[in-house]
């Protein structure tokens, strides 16, 4: 089964600092990943995608990520943080399995974003 | 338009009360997800509908009765709730279920509070 592992419930950072979020996926066929966001008492809004197209993905507000296969990983960063970026991130992968439930989307646990001034 | 909408934004009933939450969208979608967000997890799916149809239940209680009325609308009706169910109930829909590449769309959530 596909699985995501977001490393650090809890990042911090300065304003104008950069931002990385990690997060690691476990899977036996190339997965297709996704980051969220979601902004206090809001639904979750999708970043960036990750579909073999490319390995550099450039999402919304500054975003990017990097499939990296033989790390597993698909880090979040952007170069420059602003207070608008504090909120909840959630990486999620969907893939082929062996139950049939290709449709699932399985999120990681998620990163709280702090944005210090 | 990518948006998913939900009403109401936030709803408190009591355990013996009979509610129903609502979602639409207008974006051609054929497939539509029911989650339950607790506070500080990531979303759990509910269910899935496919082309109207109900596909996937995932061994969710029956005090929770969805309902495709047609392409663009999904119920979520609720009766004889517990304290435990209160969440943020968040709404989304895709292309298509089965394609792995189409993202979902999220609406904004029902933020539900069952005394």
């Known amino acids: 089964a596909q699985s995501v592992t977001q490393l650090g419930s809890h990042v911090s950072v300065s304003e104008g600092a950069l931002v990385l979020l990690r997060c690691n996926y476990s899977?036996?066929?190339?997965?297709?990943l996704f980051w969220y966001v979601q902004y206090p008492n809001q639904g979750l809004q999708l970043l960036l995608k990750?579909?073999?197209?490319?390995?550099l993905v450039k999402g919304i507000n500054g975003f990017e990520a990097e499939f990296k296969k033989s790390e597993t990983s698909f880090h979040l960063t952007k170069p420059s943080a602003h207070m608008s970026d504090a909120a909840e991130y959630f990486c999620?992968?969907?893939?082929?399995?062996?139950?049939?439930?290709?449709?699932?989307?399985?999120f990681g646990k998620g990163t709280l974003l702090t944005v210090n001034p | 338009d990518t948006e998913v909408t939900q009403t109401p934004k936030h709803l408190v009933m009591g355990m013996t009360n009979k509610k129903s939450l609502k979602c639409e969208q207008h974006?051609?979608?054929?497939?539509m997800y029911w989650y339950k967000q607790k506070a500080k997890k990531p979303p759990e799916l509910m269910f899935v509908?496919?082309?109207?149809?109900?596909?996937i239940n995932e061994s969710v209680p029956s005090r929770f009765s969805p309902e495709c009325p047609n392409s663009s609308l999904l119920n979520l009706h609720l009766h004889a709730l517990q304290p435990e169910d209160s969440a943020l109930y968040l709404c989304?829909?895709?292309?298509?279920?089965?394609?792995?590449?189409?993202?979902?769309?999220f609406g904004p959530g029902t933020r539900l509070t069952v005394t």
């Open positions: 509908y496919s082309y109207e149809k109900l596909s």
């Open positions: 999620a992968v969907r893939g082929p399995n062996s139950g049939g439930s290709n449709y699932k989307l399985t």
């Open positions: 990750y579909t073999s197209a490319a390995t």
């Open positions: 989304a829909s895709s292309q298509h279920r089965d394609i792995l590449t189409y993202e979902q769309y």
């Open positions: 974006m051609g979608h054929r497939a």
């Open positions: 899977s036996s066929v190339p997965p297709y």
